[in-house]
């Protein structure tokens, strides 16, 4: 928390410079200053320049959230915005109950139009508190909104210093409706949309049905962002941040299901398989800068461009994960056909066929239909389920997590919540599989004379994959208790670890699984209950070879 005892530390890391009790930060381009006189504790804001003060209540040391608002005006006057464009307590009439309300900054867009709303909190409790309301009734955030319905973000906003730095926070909201829910809105009258929402109340009610109570991070201040052209800017691989407890992600997820009247929660749990494999392969082909393309692109995504981009790593993840292969259709698979022949009527051939082929590829059932989809209503419908899905997901990382075991359970808990199983199905627990690994002496196994030797793992019906996830991390530790607590490679999975499943499902949920607990060069072989069965087996003894025969018309050995 920023208070009077640090406040100089502070001013002194972000630029001001101090001339007895003064400090000043002054800003040549817009010929303005802003000056903290310790003497008279006072904070004078460059007004003379444009930038308004419609109370004076903050530009005094009476309260920490002052300082707060001080830091935040500072960061804005450095990232570019002009000081005639911020307004310090703008002052609305809320009606009878509430007296008045304040906003700490509000700055505006070069037409006089409001583009954004700070709310300052000091930071720790009263952020948090903040946050919550919001989340809960829109809170103060809301009203101000309701006042400027112009506003295209709100913010709430803190800073503190930390080992002499100073560090801020700040969740964004977005105030405009996507485009994509407005076509949406056209064919579907459930679907409500901001702009139909005149009270706090129903703008709430938006936020929190159509937008799922969606947050967003910072927007305003980082490095890569722009004055006056704020925006949701392409996630990056670097910005990927591990899961936690505090998440709740299944109980999202299930809100998504709820407020969808999705009610088939198994055909959902399918659909989230192929989305995890989906950002399974994007997160390994993507270095640390790169943009990531399992994201919602709001304000350029369309439901089609979105989807288009799934279906191709779908395809790529199916092929490297699981070995099968995928057909799809890019959307210059019009122009490269075509191209090879030569008419005058070109233009209008290919035309009619991307309309085609577009008809065919987005309002048909596929690996992303969260609803049965067979017209151009039930694909936006569909859509909408997509996105929301999408950005449940996307801001976390599931390769190279630091808390790998909360990623297996939160795993876990989606394949309870969703898998329904089928009569001869049983998920042995994980308690018990972890158990069981612990029961056998791994270490006097694994310790030999030139070294450590790791033991395979094989499990003929690896269902989720509990009994090869929980196998790998028990060898892990036994490896690094020989190694003298030493951390281990997992390079060893790949000639190791070896499972079979005849539920094509489950055999991707295993897959999955391994990735998520650090171990995705483990071996997962799927075997179909019907027809023709292809096996690739890994193991290398005659009596296996007799097994797998009575089940399989062609048995492959890899070993």
Same mark, same amino acid.
């Not at 959230?65 to 307590?89: A, Q, W």
């Not at 949701?232 to 990927?240: E, G, I, N, S």
């Not at 992600?249 to 494999?277: G, M, P, T, Y």
């Not at 569909?382 to 390769?399: A, H, S, T």
């Given at each position: ?9 502070v ?5 001001y410079?101090?001339?007895k ?19 008279e ?36 006057l ?26 700490d900054v ?7 139009k409001? %583009? ?11 952020y948090e508190k903040? %946050? ?11 009203s ?39 076509e949406?809105a ?12 005149y009270t706090v109340?129903?703008?709430h ?9 969606? %947050? ?34 299944v109980?999202?997820?299930e809100?998504?299901l709820?407020?969808?009247n ?26 640390d800068?790169d943009?990531v ?6 304000? !350029?995504? !369309? ?6 981009? %799934? ?17 799809y259709?890019?959307?210059?698979y ?11 009527k070109?233009?209008?051939m290919?035309e009619?066929?991307?309309?085609t082929?577009r008809?065919l590829?987005?309002? !048909? ?12 209503e039930?694909?936006?419908?569909n859509g909408?389920?997509l ?25 876990e ?14 998920? !042995?627990?994980?308690?018990?599989t972890r158990f069981i ?7 006097e196994?694994?310790?030999?004379t ?5 033991p395979?793992?094989?499990d ?6 509990h ?10 530790v036994?490896?690094?208790?020989i ?10 999975v ?8 005849k ?5 991707r949920?295993?897959?999955?699984s ?22 690739r087996?890994?193991?290398g003894t ?18």
């Amino acid at each position: 928390m920023i208070t009077i005892s640090n406040l100089k530390d502070v001013l002194n890391s972000i630029g001001y410079k101090e001339d007895k009790d003064t400090f000043i930060k002054e800003y040549q381009e817009f010929g303005c200053a802003i000056i903290v006189n310790f003497k008279e504790q006072t904070i004078q804001y460059p007004e003379e320049s444009g930038l308004k003060v419609h109370k004076k209540t903050t530009c005094n040391f009476s309260e920490s959230e002052n300082f707060v608002v001080l830091e935040c005006v500072t960061r804005l006057l450095d990232k570019g915005y002009r000081p005639e464009h911020i307004e310090l307590e703008k002052t609305w009439t809320l009606g009878h109950e509430q007296k008045s309300g304040r906003a700490d900054v509000l700055v505006k867009e070069d037409t006089g139009k409001t %583009l954004f709303i700070i709310e300052c909190k000091t930071y720790g409790k009263e952020y948090e508190k903040a %946050l919550k309301d919001t989340i809960h009734d829109g809170a103060q955030l809301f009203s101000y909104w309701q006042q400027e319905k112009h506003c295209k973000w709100l913010a709430l906003y803190t800073s503190t210093l930390n080992k002499g730095k100073v560090e801020y926070k700040v969740h964004a909201i977005d105030c405009s409706d996507d485009k994509n829910l407005e076509e949406l809105a056209k064919k579907d009258s459930s679907i409500q949309l901001y702009k139909n929402a005149y009270t706090v109340p129903d703008l709430h009610n938006v936020w929190k049905e159509t937008h799922e109570r969606r %947050l967003l991070g910072d927007i305003f201040f980082r490095d890569d962002s722009v004055a006056y052209q704020v925006g949701v800017k392409p996630l990056r691989k670097r910005d990927l941040v591990d899961f936690s407890g505090d998440d709740k992600v299944v109980n999202r997820f299930e809100e998504i299901l709820r407020h969808n009247n999705v009610s088939d929660k198994e055909n959902a749990f399918n659909r989230l398989i192929a989305l995890f494999i989906c950002k399974l392969v994007d997160e390994l082909q993507k270095a640390d800068d790169d943009i990531v393309e399992f994201q919602y692109k709001v304000g !350029t995504d !369309t439901y089609e461009s979105l989807q288009d981009r %799934l279906q191709r790593l779908h395809k790529e993840g199916m092929e490297e994960f699981m070995r099968e292969e995928i057909y799809y259709v890019s959307d210059d698979y019009a122009e490269k056909l075509v191209k090879q022949y030569t008419s005058q009527k070109r233009v209008k051939m290919i035309e009619e066929l991307k309309n085609t082929l577009r008809i065919l590829k987005f309002y !048909t059932n596929n690996d992303f239909a969260f609803k049965d989809v067979h017209n151009e209503e039930l694909f936006y419908q569909n859509g909408k389920i997509l996105v929301e899905m999408v950005q449940l997901f996307q801001d976390y990382r599931i390769i190279g997590s630091a808390d790998l075991q909360m990623l297996g359970d939160l795993f876990e808990q989606l394949l309870n919540k969703g898998f329904k199983q089928n009569e001869g199905q049983f998920f !042995t627990p994980t308690p018990i599989t972890r158990f069981i690994w612990d029961s056998l002496p791994l270490k006097e196994i694994m310790t030999k004379t030139d070294g450590i030797e790791y033991p395979k793992i094989i499990d003929y019906a690896c269902g989720a994959g509990h009994f090869l996830t929980e196998g790998f991390e028990a060898i892990q530790v036994s490896a690094n208790t020989i190694n003298n607590n030493e951390s281990s490679s997992n390079h060893w999975v790949e000639k190791k670890i070896f499972g079979i499943e005849k539920d094509y499902r489950l055999a991707r949920v295993s897959k999955i699984s391994l990735f998520m607990h650090g171990s995705g060069g483990g071996n997962i072989g799927s075997l179909s209950n019907v027809g023709v069965f292809t096996l690739r087996v890994f193991f290398g003894t005659n009596h296996m070879y007799g097994w797998c025969h009575s089940f399989c018309s062609k048995v492959e050995y890899v070993l």
